[in-house]
């Protein structure tokens, strides 16, 4: 599933610019810049930050590494909720890091292939 793409197109659009815009700005042509947005897994780490910089968005937010929760309550009647809800934010926060390491050794790999 391509969704670092997917990402990375919405992203694009919502700031309004056009693929050509994008591919200028990355010294690439317009069907090169295209064939990333269709086939992630030919983003290169070194890509992937620059095409942060000129959407001014962070890697996180390209592949989607959800933010860690900040919670704040105060006099809980259930302090064991509390508790809860921080765990499974930690969970959460944990699993998309494990996403994120995942899709940095397949670029890796595959940088390594086209090597």
Partial sequence: M??????????????GFSQENM???????QPSYARLEKEDD????????????????????????????????????NPNAYVDVVINAD???????RNEIDFLRNLLKNQEKHQ
């Fill in 42 to 77: 030919r983003i290169s780490i070194t890509r992937l930050i620059q095409i942060s910089n000129v959407l001014e968005t962070t890697v996180s937010e390209l592949i989607n590494e959800k933010a860690a929760k900040v919670i704040n309550q105060q006099n809980s009647e």
């Fill in 23 to 29: 591919a200028n700005e990355l010294g690439l042509t």
């Fill in 91 to 97: 969970k959460e926060h944990i699993n998309s890091l």
């Fill in 2 to 15: 391509n969704t670092v793409g997917l990402k990375i197109k919405q992203m694009r659009e919502l700031k």
